[in-house]
């Protein structure tokens, strides 16, 4: 098991240097001369080889891309375009608020996508297994961006339901930043108003983002427990008069689990994508939006960064994913 | 059962919170905006727009524009200030009146002197305003004593565009003993400076956390008193966010509502109006180049008389600009009022076919990604003047593309036709009789490729005519000569929409997009 | 799964009895063919798409504006119908080139396994490790923003899952009867890739190919609703939703229609893949 993590950890690594490369290569064909990015239209011809020169952006391809490597390798991400500050410290900034946003949404996933499986599942092709399917069918088609708009236009904008865009209401000041998390900061600082206001903020923007993933998940469970309910030992149980409800919490319901575990990680990955579209809708400030505006001004090496600690999220977690996989199913071992 | 409980406490959070926040608003204005753009709070590296909206409240400048006015300096931090001819040079001396910083530092000569030179220092985006513009050099500026102060400038600068450049965000004063004392290595305190305040304005910067608020609470050290106690700076890039968090009083003030919603918020007896002026031009710039489908003046024109302005103006602008077809904005000196073209398919027709173009041609048409002036999307405005276009049979191919990667190809003269705003950079005819006529400035006239001596040498004259009466009929000959010849169709000067509630007074905004948040109460 | 020595042609029939009898394929199927009659004959049944009107702005649904009206006058009945073939353009070219790249890829790792294995799964890792709309976004912004820079920009985050499909079809067959019988007889490995393998991954390719098409379409609408998509006055689907968003109270009728039928194009193949997926697959059956 040791072993097998250490050369998975080792894969990461090399992934990660993938990605690198892969980023510096789209970064190169990038038609915006990053000089313009930085210095706007009344850039003088001066200040533009002034930057090139600074930022060794007349230096052959090769040169800049193990330049860009041995910064890579001491932890610096390198400055953006358009902040001007190190795009370490921009994530750190927006890092929060979208993995608070995420968390959130993968909460919800899980809320609403595991009991409604579970429930399909159990009244296969029965009224509530046909709505369940219905509602994975559109909640796995329906573009996010126009659910974004029109759960804001209605329940917050029409009937005053929930909070709307952005992290906290305009009038609350945010707590001094120790984690970056509005909701952690406030309870350290003991402020209830933000904690409750960080909390209702939270909820639109998390049930959009998870709205994808709860149907994939319902999909998921529904099909792992048919799936397990099926087999012999199942069978064997319910013809031995164990009440339905504790055949499938105690075997079924365990069994689900593990393919239920692998979508998760995927799941993980896709809330990233699907931060790009709803952050930007709810005025969020998180990487997906950072993402957005940078790709947006051609602001690459700001895109690069992010997509490098993405994939090493990504492969991290995929990593955790697997490990847990082991651990919840004793069939499976690694040397 | 349990998930339905779950979702009810969930709502019952939602309401308690927009219950809750109902409270303590009384003295804070919250604005709401995009201020994307925010890069940095240090008055002399901030040269975007909502740099200076922040800044022009932190720090005071020498001399200041007041109100909506752009033509009467009036004293800042200088209480007088006299300009001599020194002969080989100019000298502009400066007296200071008695200030403070929000420090409790007082504001002194070595303040001026050090703003000054740090500015030309740093190399900030703005800082060709006084390098280029004014040709001021790091020892230009002396300080004679604890309260007066004289810039030298070569003659080949005009002290009266350096007085007004002075109103800009890069004339804001710092505290240079705080600044100094914050300094880090060779950076003149900006790493600091940038999230920080050190200045004598209304306000003193609370927090800025980027992409999401800048918080202003009021200065007490300052001359200036503030009826506000607080200033929230909300950043809103979705035009629709704004309006919601507008009707449902999250925000006082939106600043980027579409024209649709600013006409359908002007009959609402909660909200008011108020029309900014603005010196931007919204304009096509065709390339003049050699083998060029625009080298043809009579095709330029013909383009001219294709253009359904009125439209543009009326509709997709919803009334929120002005018709204008020469080069220099209404406001700004030399202004010239004529508007001789119209729709004409027929004129733009013939025109083409005495270019010896009777079928017109294809040809890209290069526009920005999201809102051109006045609020209209650039995709709209791009496809009307497609449709306009192809009715004189001219075939324009939209390429929507970055901000960055347009001004690259525009700026090596690679462009065909480009669809973009220019803005003056200070409040004076030449901010864009040079730019857009003289073809040695490598700058507008040089992006389109059209060298034109005339044009070069009128602009050039009309700089320096010191004589109102000579250089307004400088101006007038070479708006004119623009109207036949030039590279450029004018389609309008927008005005910025900015929408209030109604229990906010006192805002005014110039020309130029100063705010001053101390006049403002609620 | 599926072995190409039992009759196929019996087990086809039954595939596609299965399929015929599950409603939910039906009702994809008939949304499908609604959707292909419309894209064909748009230009007849539907008002120019790009024809401005601005005395008609905004006016909602009518006998006289099927859909309404957009901000420029335009019909959207008209843009929605000109836009439905290029989505499914955009949606089935996608996957071409994407089952085409990770088909290929996926049958070089399997069959040869070895080196190429290791550097071709290794590469797919890579590409597998992108948050896909973020890389395709970056794709897409590097390229420019057009039509066929999306789709490239799609294609190329979505091949990898073909090859790693493949790959796994094609190394669960190398141990078989019948490729090791082939194998035996002296046959090259590229013909046993190209005759045995191949079509026995066909199949799951299909199915999942079903799905994607409706994916591709999903993450090109999502890319053109942030900008980097058709260029206007191209009636797009997500550059409409994008471009109308702002007349959401006053006129939802502008950016909901695109959006509606970007959820209904989705959700027909969708349900077309569950159909092929029960029907070819009876073990995964639900």
Not at chain 1, 53 to 59: A, E, I, S, W, Y
Not at chain 1, 89 to 107: H, K, N, Q, V, Y
Not at chain 1, 252 to 271: D, H, M, Q, S, Y
Not at chain 3, 215 to 223: P, V
């Amino acid at each position: 098991m040791l072993n097998y993590t250490i050369r998975r950890l080792f894969f990461v690594l090399f992934v990660v240097w993938g990605v690198s490369l892969a980023t510096f290569f789209i970064s190169q064909v990038v038609p915006g001369d990053p000089a313009l990015v930085a210095l706007g239209d009344k850039a003088t011809d001066e200040m533009i080889a002034n930057f090139r020169t600074k930022n060794g952006l007349d230096q052959p391809v090769v040169t800049q891309y193990f330049t860009y490597l041995g910064r890579l390798l001491k932890g610096d991400l390198g400055t953006s375009l358009r902040t001007g500050r190190p795009i370490l410290d921009d994530l750190r900034d927006f890092f929060p608020g979208t993995l608070e946003l995420s968390a959130t949404a993968l909460f919800i996933a899980a809320l609403i996508g595991i009991p409604a499986g579970v429930l399909a599942a159990l009244t296969q092709n029965k009224a509530p297994d046909i709505i369940v399917r219905l509602m994975a069918l559109l909640g796995g088609a329906t573009p996010i961006y126009w659910l974004a708009i029109l759960l804001l236009e209605f329940l917050h904008n029409k009937l005053r339901l929930l909070p709307g865009p952005g992290r906290l209401d305009a009038y609350l000041i945010a707590p001094p930043r120790v984690t970056g998390f509005v909701g952690i900061d406030a309870l350290i600082a003991r402020d209830w108003e933000v904690f409750t206001d960080s909390l209702a903020h939270l909820i639109l923007p998390a049930f959009v983002l998870g709205a994808f993933s709860s149907a994939l998940l319902a999909r998921m469970t529904r099909a792992a427990m048919l799936e397990t309910m099926s087999q012999d030992y199942i069978r064997t149980a319910k013809a031995k008069g164990i009440a339905q409800s504790r055949v499938v919490i105690k075997h079924a319901l365990r069994n689900a689990f593990l393919p239920v575990l692998t979508v998760l990680g995927g799941v993980l990955g896709g809330l990233l994508s699907g931060a790009v579209l709803t952050e930007t809708i709810f005025s969020w400030p998180g990487v997906g939006r950072y993402t957005t505006d940078a790709a947006i001004s051609l602001d690459f090496p700001a895109v690069m960064g992010v997509t490098l600690l993405a994939g090493m999220a990504y492969s991290l977690i995929n990593l955790v994913t697997d490990l847990l996989y082991a651990l919840f199913d004793p069939r499976i071992t690694y040397a | 059962m349990r998930k339905r409980i779950g979702a009810v406490a969930l709502l019952g959070i939602g309401l308690l919170a927009v219950s809750m926040a109902q409270n303590s608003r009384s003295s804070t204005l919250v604005y709401g905006g995009d201020f994307s753009d925010l890069i940095s709070l240090d008055p002399g590296i901030s040269y975007e727009f909502s740099g200076g909206l922040v800044t022009d409240n932190l720090y005071e400048t020498l001399v200041k524009f007041e109100g909506e006015d752009l033509s009467t300096l009036k004293p800042g931090i200088a209480a007088r200030w006299v300009v001599k001819d020194a002969g080989s040079s100019w000298k502009v001396t400066f007296n200071l009146a008695s200030k403070k910083f929000a420090s409790g530092n007082p504001v002194t000569a070595a303040d001026v002197v050090y703003t000054f030179d740090r500015a030309i220092a740093l190399k900030g985006n703005g800082s060709f305003l006084f390098d280029e513009v004014a040709n001021m050099k790091i020892g230009s500026t002396k300080a004679l004593g604890r309260s007066t102060v004289e810039v030298t400038l070569p003659k080949t600068a005009s002290p009266a565009a350096f007085l007004n450049l002075l109103t800009f965000n890069i004339g804001g004063i710092v505290d240079s003993i705080l600044v100094k004392s914050k300094a880090v290595g060779n950076d003149y305190g900006s790493e600091w400076l940038k999230r920080n305040s050190a200045g004598s304005g209304a306000f003193v910067l609370n927090r800025w956390d980027q992409n999401q608020q800048v918080v202003l609470d009021a200065n007490p050290n300052s001359s200036l008193k503030a009826k506000l106690s607080r200033v929230i700076l909300r950043e809103m890039k979705e035009a629709n966010t704004q309006k919601i968090a507008l009707e449902s009083g999250e925000i006082d003030i939106a600043e980027n509502l579409t024209p649709d919603m600013v006409k359908a918020k002007a009959t609402d007896a909660k909200f008011n109006v108020y029309k900014a002026d603005s010196l931007r031009l919204q304009y096509l710039g065709m390339n003049t180049g050699t083998g060029s489908q625009f080298e043809d003046a009579r095709v330029r024109q013909a383009v001219r008389w294709a253009l359904d302005q009125d439209s543009m103006v009326n509709v997709l602008a919803g009334g929120n600009a002005r018709k204008v077809q020469t080069i220099i904005p209404a406001g700004l000196f030399g202004f010239n009022a004529s508007n001789p073209y119209s729709v004409n398919v027929e004129k733009a027709k013939g025109l083409l076919a005495a270019a010896g173009k009777p079928n017109g041609f294809e040809f890209e048409m290069l526009v920005p990604q999201g809102s051109c002036a006045a609020g209209v999307p650039c995709a709209d405005l791009a496809a009307k003047i497609q449709s306009d276009l192809g009715k004189i049979g001219l075939k324009a191919n939209i390429k929507q593309i970055v901000q960055s990667e347009l001004l690259g190809i525009y700026r090596a003269q690679k462009a065909q036709m480009v669809l973009v705003g220019w803005s003056p950079d200070f409040p004076d005819p030449d901010g864009n009789a040079t730019p857009m006529s003289d073809y040695g400035a490598k700058s507008l006239a040089w992006r389109n490729a059209w060298n034109n001596a005339t044009a070069s040498k009128l602009a050039q004259q009309a700089a320096l005519e010191p004589n109102p009466a000579k250089r307004a009929a400088l101006y007038k000959q070479l708006t004119e000569l623009h109207l036949e010849e030039g590279p450029f169709a004018i389609l309008y000067q927008p005005k910025v929409p900015v929408t209030l509630s109604t229990s906010v007074k006192g805002y005014l905004r110039n020309a130029q997009g100063q705010v001053r948040f101390e006049k403002i109460s609620k | 799964m599926l072995s190409a020595v039992e009759a196929p042609k019996k087990q086809a029939s039954k595939a596609s009895k299965r399929f015929w009898r599950n409603p939910a394929s039906i009702i994809g199927v008939v949304l499908l063919g609604l959707l292909l009659l419309i894209a064909v004959l748009a230009t007849v049944i539907s008002p120019d798409p790009i024809v401005q009107d601005l005395g008609q702005r905004l006016l909602p649904p009518s006998s006289q504006h099927l859909l309404g009206t957009d901000q420029l006058g335009r019909s959207v009945w008209g843009r929605v119908a000109h836009g439905a073939s290029l989505s499914l353009q955009v949606g089935v070219v996608v996957t071409l080139i994407s089952v085409t790249v990770g088909v290929l890829v996926g049958l070089l790792a399997g069959t040869f396994g070895g080196v190429w294995d290791n550097v071709l799964m290794r590469i797919t890792d890579i590409f597998f490790a992108f948050p896909s709309l973020i890389l395709a976004m970056a794709i897409a912004a590097a390229l420019g923003p057009s039509l066929t820079n999306t789709i490239i920009a799609v294609a190329i985050v979505s091949w990898p899952s073909y090859a790693r499909l493949v790959r796994a079809q094609a190394m669960a067959l190398r141990e078989r009867e019948f490729v090791e019988a082939a194998r035996a007889i002296g046959t090259s490995q590229i013909s046993i890739a190209i005759r045995h393998v191949f079509p026995n991954t066909l199949t799951p390719v299909l199915i999942q190919a079903s799905f994607d098409v409706g994916q591709a379409i999903l993450t090109a609408a999502g890319l053109s609703f942030i900008g980097f998509g058709a260029q206007p006055p191209t009636p797009e689907w997500g550059a409409m939703v994008s471009e109308t968003r702002n007349f959401i109270s006053e006129a939802p009728w502008a950016s909901s229609a695109p959006a509606i039928a970007i959820l209904l194009a989705v959700l027909a193949f969708n349900l077309v893949g569950d159909g092929l997926r029960d029907a070819l697959d009876p073990r995964n059956t639900r």
